[in-house]
């Protein structure tokens, strides 16, 4: 194995912007031990990462997202993933730093064609004049490993949940500190979702993943566990270990399960 390589910094703000190779891996850091985001350079249709992953197992009870929303890009990983795994998937990525843009752009291989495009813009000025439905919505943001309450204010997710399509769903991924911030945060996104939520922890990471759908999804049991069959080559994701580990951290009743 090679010895890794940095390839860019850059400080952006009170961020230092670094991006660094190993081998076939390039991943990037803002100079702490977080890898933001991962690409494998010769397999763009697979996710390195394990919480980018995840943030893709609310599809289990949904159809095929075909437009999806990005906030928080970072490398813009799973554009590219999408891109190459699902290319009539079309998307934005809104992310606040132009400097993040463009090394997403030039050391991330975020796709630049007709289906993507990159929004150097503030997500919440997004939300609220945006006129795009979304199938899917990505919420990945993070200030100082931490998730900002203002994620969870009433005004912004219910400028979220407008742009869903009508069986649209969004995934947050919630960083914090103790069980009474979390219960902060679930409450608020149950609140404006009806209770139409699925928590899902991300084994060896403190990340808690939750899904929260417009709709609610049917949910079978039985035509889940046909579904995943055919889920896991399509997607080339783990989904029956999703599902083991949202019945594991969903109480029955609780929300979609």
């Known amino acids: 194995m090679a010895e890794r390589q940095l390839l860019f910094s850059q400080q952006d703000a009170d961020l230092t912007v670094r991006v660094w190779q190993q081998d076939d891996r390039r991943w990037l850091d803002f100079d702490d031990t977080v890898i933001q985001s991962e690409i494998i350079l010769d397999q763009p249709e697979k996710l390195p990462l394990a919480l980018n992953r995840h943030m893709l197992a609310g599809c289990l009870f949904v159809d095929q997202p075909r437009t999806i929303l990005l906030a928080g890009t970072g490398g813009g990983a799973t554009a590219r993933y999408f891109s ?3 290319p009539n998937v079309s998307g934005d990525a809104v992310e606040l730093s132009p400097l993040i843009c463009d090394v997403a752009r030039d050391f991330f291989e975020f796709p630049q064609d007709e289906q ?11 939300v609220a004049d945006s006129q795009q439905l979304y199938d899917l919505i990505i919420i990945d943001i993070a200030e100082e490993q931490l998730t900002p309450d203002w994620i969870v204010d009433s005004d912004f997710l219910q400028h979220c949940r407008s742009l869903l399509t009508q069986q649209g769903h969004i995934a947050f991924n919630l960083l914090v500190n103790d069980g009474s911030a979390l219960m902060h945060f679930l409450s608020a996104i149950r609140a404006v979702f009806n209770g139409m939520t699925v928590c899902m922890s991300v ?9 929260a759908y417009n709709s609610e ?4 049991e039985q035509a889940i566990t046909e579904k995943l069959q055919d889920l896991e080559p399509k997607w080339g994701l783990e ?3 999703f599902y083991q ?12 399960l």
């Open 84 to 86: 190459h795994r699902f």
């Open 116 to 126: 993507w495009h990159i929004h150097a813009q503030d997500i919440n000025h997004y």
């Open 203 to 211: 084994p060896e990471h403190r990340n808690i993943v939750v899904f």
């Open 217 to 220: 999804p049917e949910f079978d």
């Open 239 to 241: 989904f029956n270990d």
């Open 245 to 256: 580990q949202m019945l594991k951290d969903n109480p029955k009743g609780s929300g979609v």
